[in-house]
């Protein structure tokens, strides 16, 4: 049973940061990070590849950093600059074994 567990939202300012984390149960190599509005489709905002190589959705290019531990099994997104429009929930996914896995998800919130 593959487990991707997020962690690290929260409630921050505009302009503030946080950093979230998807601990996985074993080492996956192509991961990435979404979010999702209630209401709304969920939406791709960054990607990771074994390469190295990443990836951002306009809206958080510059912004945003996808990063990861040497031994796969943990994944990061540093965000930085917050903006209103960055409320969601935020969930990772895995690609492994032919099939995509998600975690649970995790609350970011950007207000006054």
């Known amino acids: 049973q593959v487990q991707l567990v997020e962690s690290g939202g929260g409630l921050v300012q505009p302009g503030g940061s946080l950093r979230l984390s998807c601990a996985t149960s074993v080492s996956i190599a192509t991961m990435a990070w979404y979010r999702q509005v209630p209401g709304e489709q969920r939406e791709w905002v960054a990607h990771r590849a074994p390469s190295g190589h990443t990836d951002y959705a306009d809206s958080v290019k510059g912004r945003f950093t996808i990063s990861r531990e040497k031994n796969l099994k943990q994944l990061y997104l540093q965000m930085n600059n917050l903006k209103h429009e960055d409320t969601a929930v935020y969930y990772c996914?895995?690609?492994?074994?032919?099939?995509?896995?998600w975690g649970q998800g995790t609350q970011v919130t950007v207000a006054s």
């Open positions: 996914k895995g690609y492994w074994r032919g099939r995509d896995k």
